[in-house]
């Protein structure tokens, strides 16, 4: 089977059918640190650190173009905890991201955040998170103590919430991965061990 590599050059402005009064150019010019792609890859987003923001670019699978435009945008102005945020994790296609903060003097001082990147709303997490992920059917997996946690999300009038589908406990281990095909991989050592669950 082979690869199949696309180039896609980000546009330093806004999509033209955005009405927008002003054109600006995603992170103000500033380097971009991370770019993630959506599970399903239907959106893009891309964070700098030194702006302390992410924007969101919608990908139109049949019309291929060598740009893509930004449709939202979060920055710290609009949420505080961006002032925090060291990396982009994940975006999902719901358009939702996953940012991991760092803070000294914390019981937790990594620590993973939900936003919704179009409403700039911030989702509690619990404190604690080893991984997270987005999965393909758009709900969200994480790892907190030995417990792997599945929240899906559904919109209750006009509001969207996410809530625990399920929880699953697992056996003692030293590094974990979840991966968006909804995959888990955990690292055991007595006796060492990979094991993988689906």
């Not at 590599?5 to 103000?28: G, L, M, R, T």
């Not at 740009?67 to 905890?81: A, F, G, K, T």
């Amino acid at each position: 089977m082979s690869e199949i590599e696309y180039c896609v050059e980000i546009s330093e402005k806004n999509n033209e059918n955005n009405s927008k009064a002003e054109q600006v150019a995603p992170h103000c010019g500033r380097s971009i640190q991370t770019i993630v792609c959506s599970t399903n890859f239907e959106y893009v987003a891309t964070f700098s650190q030194e702006g302390k923001d992410v924007f969101g670019y919608p990908v139109d699978k049949d019309k291929i173009s060598a740009r893509l435009y930004y449709d939202h945008s979060v920055n710290s102005n609009d949420n505080e905890i961006l002032n925090d945020a060291f990396d982009l994790i994940a975006v999902s296609d719901c358009k939702h991201i996953i940012v991991e903060t760092y803070k000294k003097n914390d019981k937790f001082p990594r620590d993973f955040k939900l936003i919704d990147i179009v409403t700039k709303k911030l989702y509690g997490l619990v404190e604690g998170i080893q991984t997270i992920n987005f999965l393909e059917d758009g709900n969200v997996a994480f790892i907190e103590g030995e417990l792997l946690h599945i929240y899906s999300k559904s919109k209750v009038q006009d509001e969207i919430r996410w809530t625990c589908k399920n929880k699953i406990e697992l056996a003692s281990f030293i590094k974990c991965f979840i991966f968006p095909k909804g995959k888990l991989l955990l690292v055991t050592n007595i006796p060492f061990m990979i094991t993988q669950f689906d």
